[in-house]
């Protein structure tokens, strides 16, 4: 069950993940991402235009790689770490609701790391 239970997880994740990513890069574009590298900049963090690619190219990689089961442990580490920091920066200070979704995908991303893609994935064909 444990293999299915984390075929679950990564595809609601990983799905769930690459679409912000996607409506950021695909749907706003340029623009969608030099208005977060602004409001990153309003957080006095360093490089923000680049923080801010990173960002959502972890979320759209990241989380495809993750729902596909490919590379699965370093894609969901970054993944992790990305929400880990809009946790620790852009939600600091808010109330729980605001950074709900950033701790959810933290958390499974966090799990998905740790345990891997399971029997279900890419990784474990690339294997057999």
Avoid at 9 to 37: C, K, M, P, Q, T
Avoid at 65 to 74: D, E, H, Q, S, Y
Wanted: charged share 15%.
């Amino acid at each position: 069950m444990s293999d299915h239970a984390l075929l679950i997880l990564r595809l609601a994740a990983g799905l769930g993940l690459a679409s912000h990513g996607y409506v950021a890069i695909v749907d706003g574009g340029v623009d969608a991402i030099e208005n977060f590298a602004d409001y990153l900049e309003s957080l006095d963090l360093p490089a923000p235009l680049i923080l801010a690619w990173a960002a959502k190219i972890t979320e759209l990689a990241g989380g495809a790689l993750v729902a596909l089961g490919f590379i699965t442990r370093p894609a969901a580490f970054m993944c992790a770490a990305t929400m880990l920091v809009a946790m620790l920066t852009a939600h600091l200070g808010d109330p729980f609701t605001k950074w709900e979704l950033a701790l959810l995908y933290f958390a499974s991303m966090s799990v998905i790391s740790m345990c891997g893609a399971g029997r279900y994935s890419l990784d474990a064909k690339r294997r057999r």
